[in-house]
């Protein structure tokens, strides 16, 4: 039985879907994995967020963990090609299952796992959203496995000598869990999907004032990295699209809502076209704007 196991467990590794991943140097000291910019599905299989390793001395602190157990697996495979190192945490941004998912391989080898109050009452699912619509072999593996470390306000971890500053925003923002991870001396900040760079942000799950206040933030901290959940852009214009986006569509909607037009006219009117080249905006925008409008119209009264 115990051999039948073991050829078991080795011809599904045989099989396994290999996310062909290569990590991009960001700093000395920084590597990220950049997701694709698409929406999951069989073919990428989850890979469509960010994962940061930073090298924090005798240890990688590891940003996201990625969207399956394989993910996981794979991109500290090849972490350890550049150094081999344990890692000393792995800190979720926020709930998002494309972003923790991966937490079940790091779970497996006896990494701590830190994420925000908020995962304190984050109900497990029958089957997750990445479970849905990867394939079976993508997802072998992974399971649900939640944050044991919990950020309430801020946290500051001390590993090598290096201050690694936890901040939660404490109020909905894209979430209602966000979580900056701040590095004064690399004069970098991790903000998980505060940030999209390279397509549209999805505001479903968000509050625009929550979130615009949230950047603003952000923009004031003294750093040269911004590293957000989408997009390859780290310096401190990867805010911008984000920022812009969501600030313009607030006012405009919120104008619209005091002239009186109704949300189904909006939808239509509201195209902002200078985002018509940006990815997802064709599947997202309209949708966006619909929010948006219920968002603002509840808090206007």
Same mark, same amino acid.
Not at 7 to 11: A, E, G, H, M, N
Not at 270 to 279: A, F, G, I, P, S
């Given at each position: 039985m115990k051999s039948l196991l073991i050829?078991?467990?080795?011809?599904h590794s045989l099989f396994a879907f290999d996310y062909s991943l290569e990590p991009k140097k960001v700093s000395e000291t920084t590597h990220c994995f950049f997701g694709l910019s698409e929406v999951m599905d069989e073919r990428n299989n989850g890979n469509m967020s960010n994962s940061c390793f930073v090298n924090i001395g005798t240890s990688y602190l590891v940003i996201d963990s990625g969207p399956t157990y394989a993910y996981a697996q794979q991109a500290y495979a090849k972490m350890k090609e550049i150094k081999n190192l344990p890692i000393s945490y792995v800190i979720n941004t926020h709930v998002h299952d494309d972003h923790w998912l991966g937490n079940a391989y790091y779970a497996e080898i006896g990494v701590k796992i830190i994420g925000s109050h908020a995962f304190?009452?984050?109900?497990?699912? %029958?089957?997750?959203r990445m479970q849905q619509r990867i394939t079976p072999e993508a997802y072998a593996k992974t399971t649900q496995v939640f944050p044991s470390i919990f950020v309430e306000n801020e946290m500051v971890l001390e590993i090598d000598g290096e201050k690694v500053k936890l901040i939660s925003v404490n109020k909905k923002a894209h979430t209602h869990s966000d979580l900056l991870v701040y590095i004064p001396n690399e004069k970098m900040v991790f903000v998980g999907d505060l940030v999209f760079n390279d397509r549209l942000p999805s505001i479903r799950d968000g509050s625009l004032k929550g979130w615009l206040e949230a950047l603003d933030d952000v923009r004031l901290m003294d750093v040269d990295y911004i590293i957000g959940g989408h997009g390859k852009i780290v310096d401190r214009t990867s805010v911008d699209m984000t920022y812009n986006y969501i600030k313009t569509m607030k006012e405009k909607v919120a104008a619209f809502i005091e002239e009186g037009e109704e949300i189904a006219d909006v939808v239509n009117m509201?195209?902002?076209? %200078?985002?018509?080249?940006?990815?997802f905006y064709d599947s997202m925008h309209r949708q966006n704007v619909e929010i948006a409008y219920r968002m603002l119209e509840w808090e206007s009264e």
């Open positions: 050829l078991t467990v080795f011809i304190k009452n984050e109900p497990k699912v %029958e089957k997750t509201l195209t902002m076209d %200078e985002y018509k080249d940006v990815n």
